[in-house]
């Protein structure tokens, strides 16, 4: 059974930093595009950032130069380091994977997905 499982959330000052994880299991994703996404309390799942194969990064405006995504294939882990982060940026942060090496911002285009991890931001 495949599973992926974020970690790391939680609640921090804006400007401060959080590193999230997602530990995938029941299969290697080591030629799987992988990908984070966010759902605000009342609104539309939206892309973050988004990890090809062959470790190409892909970003939403609002992030760029704030967020990093990275990938340890030995560990089935991806990796989502936010810093300076902002109120705005409070949701629930999910983890994506899908079967394709190439990445995608379409949520859509996923096929598996964890169960989120909180991140709150204060002003």
């Known amino acids: 059974q495949v599973q992926l499982v974020e970690s790391g959330g939680g609640l921090v000052q804006a400007g401060g930093s959080l590193r999230l994880s997602c530990a995938a299991s029941?299969?290697?994703?080591?030629?799987?595009?992988m990908g984070w996404f966010r759902q605000a309390a009342g609104k539309e799942r939206e892309f973050v950032a988004a990890?090809?194969?062959?470790?190409?990064?892909d970003y939403r405006d609002s992030v760029k130069g704030r967020f990093t995504i990275s990938r340890d294939n030995a560990k089935n882990t991806v990796f989502l380091q936010m810093n300076s982060l902002k109120p705005e940026d409070t949701a629930v942060y999910y983890c994506?994977?899908?079967?394709?090496?190439?990445?995608?911002?379409?949520?859509?285009?996923?096929?598996?997905w964890g169960q989120g991890t909180q991140v709150t931001v204060s002003s």
């Open positions: 994506a994977a899908r079967l394709s090496p190439s990445m995608t911002t379409l949520a859509r285009s996923y096929d598996y």
């Open positions: 029941g299969r290697s994703f080591s030629s799987s595009a």
């Open positions: 990890i090809s194969r062959w470790s190409i990064a």
